[in-house]
């Protein structure tokens, strides 16, 4: 599952015992190397849909080392911003982007994506493999934060897929982690936000119309059980 220069198996175990936050910072040096980071297929079949339209200014949620920033960067005419409150995580992607292709700035933000108050600043806001990391309590938070970042129009976009079938494998790997999880964060404190099966489809849809999106889902065949989530800001 990990390439040779990704985390040992106690580094993994040092990082999932630290907060959210430390655990990334640790983590960064070879987040490259790991599954957690969004394959740069997937993020290609989010450009293939993207590309049809025009932006001035985007902003990557939960950036981690820059991976959307270089798929957006090429279609973004003035602007890609990345926020992310692992400043390790921004640190690599500012290197690892330093030479990336495409003309727009690029600025990175330290901070907490359920404290950003950015307003009206952007036409596109993403968010790759991070939305596990959001509390299901904090959904609603989450979503009026990009609204308000977002201009009238504005695109958010991200991927996601539905629940799997309860006879599954996937369904019980993933009930499984969320509960260790669920331990983890009851004896060990801070805790470390990850849970499986979250923004999943179709409930997503509903929280996303009553924080006012209009809702678009398209179906890469490249992203098999994947979809493509494209929220457009109303009023
Ligand atoms: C799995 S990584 C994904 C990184 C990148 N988007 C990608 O697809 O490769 C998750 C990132 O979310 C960041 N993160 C998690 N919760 C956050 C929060 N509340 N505010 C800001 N960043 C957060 C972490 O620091 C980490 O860099």
New binding site residues.
Partial sequence: MFHPEGPTFFEQVRQCLSS??KG?DLLAPKFEFTP???PDEMLQAVSAILETDSFETALDV????G??MRMLRPLVGRKVVG????KE?LHEAQRLLAYSEGGAELEFVH????EMSFDEAFDLATC???LG?IYGKDTDLFLQKIHHALRPGGKFVFITTSSPPVCSRTFWLSHGFNLAMKIRNLVVRPPFIMYYLTFLLPEIRQTLERNGFRVEVESPEELGLYQVVVATKVG
């Fill in positions: 959210t936050r990334y957690y980071r969004t939960c950036c981690g080392t991976a959307g926020i992310d409150f692992s995580m901070g907490d994506v359920l790759f493999g991070a990391h």
